[in-house]
């Protein structure tokens, strides 16, 4: 079974730093894809950036230049650093992976965290 455990939200003013940690746990050997969506209230859930296991990125166009996404295959981890905060990133952050190549077999589905908030408020 692989758990994710999401920590780093909270209340930041605008145009202020955050950085977002999240960590696979179980019997892990690889990671294809490991990423960030959110979930605004009242809205639906949206990706936000994720990366492929060969660093390959993709980017909201919402967040591109202000959010960067990273990972530690090694610790099966993935980080998002966001700057430049707006009101409008306002939201439930949560961790996802896709693909998980574990001892007793590739799993291709997703695997979710239970979320962190990201509030942006003066």
């Known amino acids: 079974q692989v758990q994710l455990v999401e920590s780093g939200g909270g209340l930041v003013q605008p145009g202020g730093s955050l950085r977002l940690s999240c960590q696979a746990s179980?019997?892990?050997?690889?990671?294809?894809?490991m990423g960030w969506y959110r979930q605004a209230p009242g809205k639906e859930r949206e990706l936000v950036a994720t990366m492929i296991y060969d660093y390959s990125t993709h980017y909201a166009d919402s967040v591109k230049g202000r959010f960067t996404i990273s990972r530690d295959n090694a610790k099966n981890t993935v980080y998002l650093q966001m700057n430049n905060l707006k009101p409008e990133d306002t939201a439930v952050y949560y961790c996802n992976c896709r693909g998980v190549n574990t001892p007793v077999g590739y799993y291709d589905m997703d695997f979710w965290g239970k979320g962190t908030l990201v509030t942006v408020s003066s």
């Open positions: 179980g019997s892990i050997f690889s990671i294809h894809a």
